[in-house]
């Protein structure tokens, strides 16, 4: 009796699945990834006795725009379509006297009944059909627990440090290789299969990407109150960072990266504040305006005194800029030394070579005389690099051969001539300065107060 029962189940079986199968997939909303194919079957349809996980030779398989279908058959793909449309599975190992060549079919439909007596009637295959979500999955939120370094360059003070960021925002992903998916993260399911299975994983190893993402777009010289303008360029970086993870393991990819607010720390914002601020004093008229702005206050301060009353007050202002050891006028004297050398360079070499001389005179006030050198162009008593009045250079020092090179030795470079006699022999390895009678040379140099020794002999 158990075999008749036996051959009876395997022939019902086989026989309830001979029917031709639909199957189809709800619409997939934003937080389902995956889901299981489902069986159309009405109340008023005869196909309702099939066994489960059973796909007949010549089912269709609906596929929405957005879904990836993927038929699996004892555990292993078999099938993958990601194009929108109607799909026919005319390879299936299960048979149907309803599709096909029907002699062909009558035998293997014998074939089928006479494997599945074997188990007792069952049939002993799994066979199933998932769909996949390939569209982008929207509103993942993330945050940063705890502070991310951020390097903050700005060439422009010399600025170059390391700050900690605390940025939130969301992020956006989509599956982009279903097989991968299927095979490394879900594998055979029969709920759906969910993204909150999955966004405690990604969220950790985002973060965990963030700090050399922040690292790179640092050293593109952008400013971290700058990094809500570079979201593109944050993605492309994290999915470069996580691609070995995301991509090549699961078969996901970053969409898009929105970041809502960056914020340092107070004290590092402070810090950079204070840095950006003294790094103005660095040009000499910003600093003298400063020092102007510094003893008007201190001036009002002083006036204002009523405990030791106006006198006192501005005796002690007095003192303090005095024991400064600076004030404005020098600093604004400075600056247009500044201006007038580095209008000087913007005009290259123009204007008359420059000769030097040892001594020149130059009214400052008192008439007296300054040791400098005199410009082509008229102008005396030129202390740097560049002449005062032209911006010319300041002519290289040494003698000039007969030949035509400018040398510094005793004999020339190019025809090794000698130096005539009479030129000076002495020039200060310090600052330059050369005496006019190079015989009798000064002990100390009266420019800078080096002595003259071994070394000053050119």
């Known amino acids: 009796m158990g075999l008749v029962k036996a051959i009876r189940g395997a022939a019902g079986t086989v026989l309830a699945d001979q029917w031709r199968e639909y199957f189809y997939c709800d619409a997939l909303g934003n937080d389902v990834l995956a889901v299981k194919g489902r069986k159309r079957v009405s109340g008023k349809g005869s196909n309702t006795k099939g066994v489960d996980n059973i796909i007949t030779n010549g089912s269709v398989v609906a596929v929405n725009k957005g879904q990836c279908m993927m038929i699996v058959d004892q555990g292993r793909v078999v099938e993958f379509c990601a194009e929108a449309g109607e799909f026919i599975y005319d390879s299936s190992s299960e048979p149907s006297l309803f599709y096909g060549d029907f002699g062909e079919s009558v035998g293997m439909t014998f074939a089928t009944v006479g494997r599945r007596f074997t188990f007792g009637g069952d049939a002993a295959k799994d066979q199933r059909i998932y769909f996949f979500n390939t569209k982008e999955i929207m509103g993942n939120k993330y945050g940063t627990a ?17 700050i900690s960021l605390r940025c939130n925002g969301e992020y956006s992903y989509k599956i982009t290789d279903p097989m991968l998916f299927y095979a490394n993260v879900c594998g055979n399911f029969t709920e759906d299969y969910t993204r909150d299975n999955i966004d405690s994983q990604l969220k950790t190893e985002l973060l965990t990407a963030l700090q050399p993402a922040f690292a790179r777009i640092s050293e593109m010289g952008v400013r971290y109150s700058s990094i809500p303008k570079h979201t593109a360029e944050l993605a492309d970086i994290l999915n470069e960072e996580l691609s070995a993870k995301w991509s090549r393991l699961r078969g996901i990819s970053i969409v898009s990266f929105g970041v809502n607010a960056v914020k340092a720390s107070a004290e590092d914002e402070e810090m950079i504040k204070n840095l950006q601020r003294t790094a103005v004093y660095r040009n000499t008229d910003m600093a003298a305006a400063a020092l102007v702005d510094a003893q008007a206050d201190a001036m009002r301060s002083a006036a204002s005194n009523q405990g030791a009353g106006p006198v006192m007050g501005f005796a002690a202002m007095n003192m303090a800029n005095m024991a400064g050891g600076m004030n404005a006028n020098a600093l604004f004297q400075m600056g247009q030394q500044e201006n007038r050398v580095q ?101 100390f140099c009266p420019e800078c107060g080096d002595p003259f020794n071994e070394g000053d002999i050119r």
Request: with cysteine; aromatic share 6%.
């Open 343 to 443: 209008a000087a360079g913007r005009q290259g070499n123009a204007g008359q070579p420059g000769t030097f001389s040892g001594t020149g005179r130059m009214p400052d006030g008192g008439g007296e005389t300054q040791t400098g050198w005199t410009c082509g162009c008229g102008a005396a008593g030129n202390t740097g690099k560049f002449c005062v009045e032209c911006g010319a250079p300041k002519p290289a020092a040494g003698w000039t051969c007969a030949c035509g090179a400018v040398n510094k030795g005793k004999f020339c470079s190019e025809c090794g001539k000698k130096k005539p006699e009479g030129e000076p022999l002495y020039r200060c390895d310090k600052c330059g300065w050369e005496p006019e009678d190079s015989k009798n040379p000064p002990k």
């Open 146 to 162: 705890s502070p991310v370094p951020f390097r903050v360059v700005d060439a422009n003070i010399g600025l170059d440090m390391d």
